[in-house]
């Protein structure tokens, strides 16, 4: 998704603000542009494209001087992706530029209102109009705070905004509402960008903006204003994550790099939750009081999110006794969800900053649900708005395609189950030991799957010419089945479908002919002579089949081409290993294919639109 950076201090700002959008480039982008204001003048570049055609075109910055700048990767919603659409998009006259993440949603109506006032348009976007509402009521006002309030009063929708003017070398504005925006703390000179990652070589000090909050930057200092103008006091957070972490650590990808920290990640997530044998997880508003009288859990997520979120429903419904229904975000607030006092509503997002996972939480607020959130990005905006959050602590995860914050929501999840459990009296003291361990016992299991990849490398060799690459599973497979088949096809772009395995044959089964791939994942012990029969039936049309299955005793019973056996463990720790080969499958299938692993087409990290 969209990202961006500004920057005002001693330094050149144009070098710098491109080093960040480098940074930022993992969210996606289709078209990168700065703007930086040296002597009363706006001077702007904007590419197509990836970030290196800007830099080449600017000589890497060093063909535009000044000191203040703004600076955007552009994830098209607006217009199609192009020069004139990029931005910063500055208005007629040249008095403001903007950059935004978001979208104004009423933004025709304010286009006629200006046109009506004399302004015209180049971009067929959205944020052009916000830029030139500004300049309106600046040419008005002559101060940027007003000028800004004045026109953000009239938005609709949602916003993270850098703001420059022509006339103003000594501050910019930042504004945000619903989409992410931070402030970094430098000496001399501050910065802001829409993630960490920007900021890291010059900053740890970083202040995150609030809803409808508005900072002005200066070298020497910022002030931040709440939507009534009243002044904010906030102590800026340390990041403690290191710059490597945030880098590709000698791997050839994010997407291996994060992988292969799984171990880590997962014993991160669990370690701080196991206290004296029991599992506490600290909740500060959801009491166990509320706990036992809650009658019914959605889980609301989006992708992978929501796929951790289907594994969490057989764990809580087997260990807590309550019923749960998973509802992807987009749909949540279009159901007219059963929801009162008593209802649990578990939002699950890495980012933290999915619009529809975010929008899907205010909706579960405001029809009275207790809201828990499980989120990676410490101070987030779902997780702001929660009642209560448990972060997984996966670290910042960079490849598009989610590995280790996916596996530290699925062991999360499992340790919220366990706690539901016993809270709830059906989880005693025996079996939360034994859960306990076998969870425990994770981060070795994982780290064993990762030695040794060469038999993944070999079936991705086989397969990555594959046309179409179907996935089956029952039960807790099954969801595993939606996560391997998203992973594949959203990095290696081979059309892939995942199905529960008893369903294949209502409907889906006439696509299987000779030579067709199909991944069985039969870990789940009690249903593995079920799972023998559809692969029977799959290998009966022809098809070629993977089977994934766990403990030693299961090898060669599969009746599959080929085997993966996993360590045998319990089955509440069996999805978090499974995923493993599931990674790496589609990880070297997209390697074989020459895809773009990290940043896969039309993708972005965090969907910050509906
Ligand atoms: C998975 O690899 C994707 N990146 C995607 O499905 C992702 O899980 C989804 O967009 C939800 O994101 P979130 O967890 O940040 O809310």
Redesign the pocket.
């Known amino acids: 998704m969209c990202g961006i950076v500004g920057y005002i201090g001693g330094k050149a700002a144009a070098p710098l603000l491109l080093d960040g959008l480098k940074k930022l480039e993992y969210r996606g982008y289709d078209s990168a542009g700065i703007a930086v204001v040296n002597n009363g003048s706006i001077h702007a570049a904007k590419e197509r494209g990836r970030l290196s055609a800007l830099c080449s075109l600017t000589g890497d910055g060093k063909s535009i001087s000044g000191h203040l700048g703004i600076g955007h990767t552009r994830w098209a919603t607006h217009g199609e992706p192009n020069h004139v659409n990029a931005h910063p998009h500055i208005s007629i006259g040249g008095m403001v530029a903007l950059v935004h993440n978001g979208i104004i949603e009423n933004y025709s109506e304010l286009k006629q209102f200006l046109i009506k006032n004399g302004y015209s348009f180049v971009s067929e976007t959205d944020s052009e109009v916000a830029a030139q509402l500004i300049d309106y009521y600046y040419k008005r006002q002559h101060d940027p705070v007003e000028a800004v309030r004045l026109a953000e009063k009239r938005f609709a929708g949602s916003y993270a905004m850098g703001i420059v003017f022509a006339d103003r070398e000594d501050e910019f504005i930042a504004l945000r509402k619903d989409s992410p925006l931070i402030i970094g703390l430098g000496e001399g000179e501050n910065f802001i960008a829409s993630d960490v990652p920007a900021l890291l070589k010059h900053t740890r000090r970083i202040i995150r903006l609030g809803e409808r909050e508005l900072a002005v930057i200066r070298k020497d200092g910022v002030t931040i204003f709440d939507k009534d103008s009243n002044t904010v006091k906030r102590e800026p957070v340390m990041v403690t994550w290191d710059a490597d972490s945030a880098e590709k650590g000698g791997y050839d990808h994010f997407m291996l790099k994060e992988i292969m920290e799984q171990p880590d990640a997962v014993r991160r997530t669990i370690a701080p939750r196991i206290q004296h044998g029991r599992v506490e997880l600290g909740l500060k508003r959801i009491t166990e009081a509320a706990i036992r009288s809650i009658e019914r859990v959605y889980i609301v997520?989006?992708?992978?999110?929501y796929h951790a979120g289907m594994v969490a429903r057989y764990a809580i419904e087997k260990y807590a006794r309550i019923p749960v229904t998973c509802e992807l975000a987009s749909e949540f607030r279009y159901i007219e969800p059963m929801i009162g006092s008593n209802t649990l509503v578990i939002i699950?997002?890495?980012?933290?900053?999915?619009l529809d996972?975010l929008f899907a939480l205010r909706e579960a607020k405001k029809r009275g649900a207790h809201v828990l959130s499980i989120v990676n990005v410490v101070g987030s905006s779902i997780a702001a708005e929660s009642e209560d959050v448990l972060y997984t602590w996966a670290g910042p995860e960079i490849a598009?395609?989610?590995t280790k914050?996916?596996s530290t929501q699925l062991v999360l999840m499992e340790l919220l189950a366990v706690y539901l459990g016993r809270v709830r009296g059906h989880v005693d003291e025996r079996l939360e030991g034994e859960l306990i361990s076998a969870l425990s016992e994770l981060p070795s299991i994982i780290e064993k799957l990762l030695e040794d990849q060469a038999g993944l490398k070999a079936l991705a060799a086989e397969s990555y010419m594959q046309r179409d690459i179907f996935f089956m599973g029952r039960n807790i497979d099954y969801a595993l089945a939606l996560e391997g088949s998203?992973?594949l096809k959203?990095i290696s772009y081979i059309h892939s479908e995942a199905y529960a395995a008893g369903e294949l044959k209502h409907g889906t089964i006439s696509l299987i002919v000779p030579g067709t791939s199909v991944v069985a994942i039969c870990t789940y012990a009690p249903l593995l002579d079920k799972m023998v029969s559809n692969i029977r039936e799959v290998k009966a049309r022809g098809a070629s089949v993977i089977a994934i299955a766990a403990g030693e005793e299961h090898r060669g019973k599969t009746g599959a081409n080929h085997e993966i056996i996993l360590p045998g463990c319990a089955d509440i720790a069996l999805p978090c290993a499974s995923v493993v080969p599931l990674q790496l499958f589609a990880y070297y299938t997209a390697l074989m294919k020459g895809c773009d692993i990290d940043k896969p087409r039309n993708?972005a990290?965090?969907?910050t639109v509906e």
């Open positions: 997520a989006c992708g992978s999110s699950i997002s890495q980012s933290g900053e999915t996972t598009v395609a989610t914050a996916y998203l992973k959203e993708l990290k965090s969907v």
